[in-house]
């Protein structure tokens, strides 16, 4: 059995990268105590701010772990370009599949893959978004293996979570561990709310002017509800339900005090299966009948996509790079993890016989359930998931294990220890560009030797710094928060920084004074 | 020679009590094809609703609308007048080689994949001993009837093939399930087709009550239709509305409705001979 | 705003003030059956139960706070109340003051520790939790629609209860307790007697229902509540005159008021069916509510 030296982000052979000595230094100077109050401190922040992630019907803060992990400006540039380069291929491949078809003919993608995926909705054919963009918001997941490479692992295109973390990480790190930001520029990642609402605004039915946008929950009751709630209110839209909204004449209203509004565009984050019962589950109560065909009426744009889940199949991840290629005649940026095609005889052999090797995972289901990892598995493990795989092989890919990288992590005993790590950079698709927000969700699975990270099944997250090439690019700045500011009671005028006229600024009104004045007065 | 039929399709619901809401698809439209012009197509609606046309991903017309006052009453109906023409057939001398080529199987998977409506039965005879696709077709278009009796009320519009297959009794819907079935258990792709019979003596004005009815479209070098509920071939008297997988990807009508309890429903097909 | 979500608010308003309102009337309901002679408890319960709503013959007082206090999910008990006040707070969480909620979960959280046997702390527990909930109301509520909705539903429930409370005459069984009991009930012993008027049966009545200086009588409140309408008209630019009007004509009675001890009940029950008639008003002008779909095909 082959062993694996996973790559650590920050240390070569217990030595830290130039790229993060600076960091180094003020992590080494913190010490196990230090490092146990900063989480008490964290968590306290988190609980008053409200940040939650609902697992198994309890809300628990998502933990954040206070060490930061860094992506220097060149490879973040590689990332990037990597990410806009696949969610082009992507589109097109979407635009195709629901559309005129061409790949099949040309049998770049077996149409037996597509049309006997899941996620191939039927009702989606012929719909062409008004300005052609169907993944409004992705969430690219990425690791790096054993040799430093960065590969994709998995394409999330229908309704990625988690970015709302990624933006209160950052306000949780510069809260309890401001004094690591010294010395470091790291890009601002505040802008992607309005990033999303422009995207929003442009994906609009051409008609009006300022287009009535909602973000479509499925209720307080959901996981990712806290995140449906903030990006509404940070772009300042409104968080509507289901019940909400209803359907007439092909148009989507919304059911609101002053009467009906009409709904131009849905940031739509409940899935397919439940969106319209006139064409999904007929039980959903979540969904407004009609809304489909709303959308392909052009009355109305659904955010993401219908149907995007046919490229984010976990059986067509294979052919993604052949997609690159076809679509854009480009090589891809960034590879995939190599994958076997379960469906090629030659290559389901040589996983069946090679199980104990590599990784296998049900290309339905997500979270981490149902992956194998040949070398931890027992041999009875091996023996029933060959027998799932020979019986539905297009059920299932194989991998090389990867080892992925580490990340130095601070651990329950307060020291600081690696872990594995992935990555899930964001992107936001306008019509005319991919902007993919520098920075992202670093998750990271916080018990020792666990590769999955994924948040339901425990796992936790990082702050991710994209460092700024230069001062033009928006930074982020530790805000400095009350309790680090001198009490300004003790001070009777706070200098300004700027401008002739400086008024002095005095203490706030007391009812001592006003009853002294009077006394005075009437002495 | 051509004919010129006209068809009217008539399906009505009455509630006990009032329906607050209700959006449907309607697949009654016949289409075009080249063995078939369509020279109108009205659908009426009443309570009046408006309605949004278009093609799903099987080429069906489809006519949707929605209901949003409260009724106890809805009525749909579809009047088409269209010109049918016995089918020209392609080339249908597929060999089984020909069939077992991956490229085909990859191309047509949807036609040779079982549904839930298209499940595996047990076959008493092997279609794979005939000489050509195309001479088992025409031995499945015999042995049908000698399998299932023609009983309506037997089944109903969730069956299965399997079920009709152990009752041995169905209506056109079972037959032509069960014969997709045995279809594609031998590797002939085969689809689903919707639409209306004509079943009278052909004279001219006559009205004659009639059905919708479905039939097979058999791949076997090119798409060939047969009617396994009658034996008889396809002809101008055979309006074609939809085809796809199965009977849900061609249903006439379907959709959701609020409230009204006890549905009641009459459903009225007439054809009439116009040339 | 969300239609959904003013409902909510609107019923938020009305259960709060219910709760509140229930707790008040049970302390000293309470008190003055316990320090009753035998005659009066039986029937005295019996008239409160009736004039609160409530289904049930209680013969003491246990048993009258046991049916007040009530189950869950019947709203029109004490504990219904607060349980649907907290339901909508949950529901229109993400535009409360961020402590509300909390503070109404701590409301929630009194109620598992109510005695039936010695009510009167239980009773104070929970009004002073409640209070916490207003004070957060008062000073971090924005004023927009949910707000206006909010202290709207507060305002009309406040006239249904009293209108309740005056019309059970306590001082017709209690002859010597009964208008002070009214009084503390609502909380106005002090004001109404800073005011130096008697303290007699119609004097407390009269008071209770036109004051103008006490912020809980029908006058005032039917004032707020107009004034509360408007606003929510100015802001979704939709009509309430016809919708204001059973409160309207109650508020002009009220300011024509003369010694007719007749025209005082005639007002006093009138105050209940003008509150229901404009809840109702409020829901088909602004709420529509929908209730929930279920499909069939």
């Known amino acids: 059995m082959a062993h694996f030296q996973a790559l650590d982000e920050f240390l070569v052979e217990g030595q830290p990268r130039e790229l993060v000595a600076t960091l180094w230094q003020e992590l080494t100077k913190i010490t196990p105590p230090d490092w146990i109050s900063k989480a008490k401190q964290r968590d306290l922040y988190l609980a008053m701010q409200g940040i939650t992630f609902t697992l198994s019907g309890v809300e628990r803060p998502l933990p954040v772990d206070l060490v930061p992990r860094i992506i220097d400006v060149a490879e973040w540039k590689h990332l990037e370009a990597g990410i806009k380069q696949r969610i082009k291929a992507l589109e097109l491949f979407l635009d195709d599949v629901y559309g005129k078809q061409q790949l099949f003919a040309d049998r770049v993608v077996p149409k037996s893959l597509i049309v006997t995926s899941e996620h191939f909705h039927r009702s989606a054919h012929g719909i062409k978004p008004a300005n052609g963009v169907r993944i409004h918001v992705s969430g690219i997941d990425i690791v790096r293996d054993q040799h430093g490479v960065l590969r994709v692992l998995e394409d999330n295109l229908r309704s990625p979570s988690g970015v709302s973390y990624v933006l209160e990480n950052r306000r949780t790190m510069a809260h309890v561990v401001p004094e690591l930001f010294n010395d470091y520029s790291i890009r601002s990642v505040d802008e992607y709310p309005e990033r999303l609402l422009a995207a929003l605004v442009a994906a609009a039915p051409e008609r009006k002017s300022h287009p009535n946008v909602v973000v479509l929950t499925p209720g307080v009751h959901n996981s990712a509800h806290f995140e449906h709630a903030f990006l509404a209110r940070r772009m300042g839209v409104e968080l509507v339900e289901g019940r909400d909204l209803y359907c007439k004449n092909n148009q989507v209203f919304m059911r609101t005090t002053k009467g009906s509004e009409q709904v131009d565009v849905i940031y739509r984050r409940i899935d397919d299966d439940f969106l319209d019962p006139i064409h999904f589950k007929p039980d959903s109560v979540l969904g407004i009948p009609g809304i489909i065909n709303a959308a392909r009426a052009n009355n109305v744009t659904i955010a993401n996509g219908v149907g995007n889940g046919v490229a984010d199949d976990k059986a067509l991840y294979p052919y993604v790079p052949k997609l690159i290629e076809y679509y854009l005649n480009e090589t891809p940026i960034i590879p995939n993890v190599d994958t076997y095609d379960l469906q090629l005889p030659d290559a389901l052999d040589f996983v069946l016989s090679n199980l104990s090797e590599l990784v296998v995972k049900p290309v339905a289901g997500s979270g981490g359930y149902g992956i194998t990892i040949g070398p931890r598995a027992s041999k009875d493990e091996l023996k029933e998931v060959a027998k799932e795989i020979s019986k539905n092989p297009r059920n299932w890919i194989a991998q090389p294990l990867i080892a992925l990288s580490t990340c130095p992590t601070v651990v329950e005993d307060g020291t600081i220890a690696s872990r594995h790590i992935d990555f899930r950079p964001f992107a936001v698709n306008d019509g005319n560009e991919v902007w993919v927000l520098p920075g992202g969700l670093t998750r990271v699975a916080l018990v020792a030797g666990n590769v999955v990270v994924n948040s339901s099944q425990g796992g936790g997250s990082k702050d991710t710094w994209v460092l700024a090439a230069s001062e033009s690019e928006p930074q982020s700045y530790p805000e400095i928060t009350a309790d680090e500011l001198e009490d300004p009671l003790d001070s009777e005028i706070i200098p300004a920084t700027a401008g002739p006229d400086v008024l002095p600024i005095t203490r706030m009104q007391q009812q001592e004074e006003q009853q002294q004045q009077i006394g005075a007065i009437h002495a | 020679m051509a004919w010129r039929l006209s068809v009217t399709h008539s399906t009505s619901f009455q509630y006990e009590s009032e329906v607050s809401a209700s959006f449907n698809e309607a697949r009654m439209t016949p289409i075009n094809t080249p063995d078939q012009f369509v020279i109108s197509h009205d659908l009426k609606i009443n309570p009046f609703a408006s309605i949004f046309s278009y093609n799903d991903y099987f080429g069906t017309a489809v006519k949707a609308f929605d209901v949003q006052t409260p009724h106890t009453y809805l009525e749909i109906v579809s009047q088409s007048l269209v010109e049918t023409s016995t089918p020209v057939l392609g080339n249908v001398n597929a060999s089984w080689d020909d069939l077992s080529r991956d490229e085909l199987a990859d191309d047509l998977r949807e036609y040779l994949d079982y549904t839930a409506l298209v499940n595996p039965i047990e076959v008493p005879f092997e279609l794979r001993l005939q000489k050509t696709p195309l001479d088992a077709i025409h031995f499945l278009n015999k042995a049908m009837r000698e399998q299932i009796t023609y009983a309506p009320g037997s089944t109903s519009v969730y069956s299965p093939a399997s079920e009709a297959w152990e009752k041995r009794a169905g209506v056109c819907q079972d037959f032509t399930h069960a014969s997709l079935s045995i279809l594609r258990s031998v590797g002939i792709p085969a689809r689903y087709v919707s639409g209306y019979l004509y079943n009278g003596s052909g004279q001219i004005g006559e009205e004659v009550v009639g059905e919708s009815h479905s039939w097979v479209e058999a791949w076997v070098g090119d798409w060939l239709p047969f009617d396994p509920t009658n034996g008889n071939p396809v002809a101008e008297d055979h309006v074609l509305v939809a085809r796809g997988r199965d009977y849900h990807d061609v249903s006439p009508l379907k959709g959701i409705f609020s409230g009204g309890r006890s549905r009641k429903i009459e459903v009225k097909v007439s054809l009439t001979r116009i040339a | ?297």
């Open chain 3, 1 to 297: 705003m969300l239609s959904r979500l003013a409902e909510s608010s609107f019923w938020l308003g009305r259960y709060l003030e219910r709760a509140e309102g229930m707790s008040r009337l049970l302390i000293e309901f309470h008190q003055l059956l316990i320090q009753d002679n035998r005659t009066h408890v039986k029937r005295g319960s019996a008239l409160i139960s009736h004039g609160l709503g409530l289904e049930g013959e209680p013969k003491t007082a246990r048993e009258l706070v046991e049916l007040a206090y009530g189950e869950p999910l019947n709203p029109g008990t004490l504990l219904g109340s607060i349980y649907s006040a907290r339901s909508n707070a949950r529901l229109i969480r993400d535009i409360l003051p961020s402590d509300f909620y909390q503070a109404m979960n701590h409301v929630s959280a009194a109620t598992d520790e109510f005695s039936l046997a010695a009510p009167g702390r239980s009773l104070r527990v929970i009004l002073d939790r409640l209070a916490v909930v207003n004070g957060i109301f008062e000073w971090l509520a924005p004023e927009d629609e949910s707000a206006h909705f909010l202290t709207l539903g507060r305002s009309l429930e406040r006239m249904d209860l009293m209108s309740r409370l005056l019309s059970l005459k306590l001082e017709n069984e209690w002859r010597d307790q009964g208008p002070a009991t009214t009084l503390r009930s609502v909380g106005a012993l002090n004001t109404y007697l800073r005011e130096r008027v008697p303290l007699t049966s119609n004097g407390v009545r009269k008071f209770l229902v036109e004051s103008d200086t006490f912020p809980r009588s029908i006058a005032e409140c039917a004032k707020r509540a107009d004034t509360e309408l408007r606003e929510v008209a100015t802001m979704t630019q939709l009509r309430v005159d016809d919708i204001l009007r059973p409160i309207g004509m109650l508020e002009s009675q009220i300011k024509y008021l003369n010694d007719d001890p007749d025209e005082l009940e005639r007002i006093i029950s009138q105050t209940t069916s003008a509150v229901a008639q404009t809840t109702d008003g409020i829901g088909l002008r602004f709420f529509r509510p929908v209730g929930s779909i279920v499909w069939s095909n």
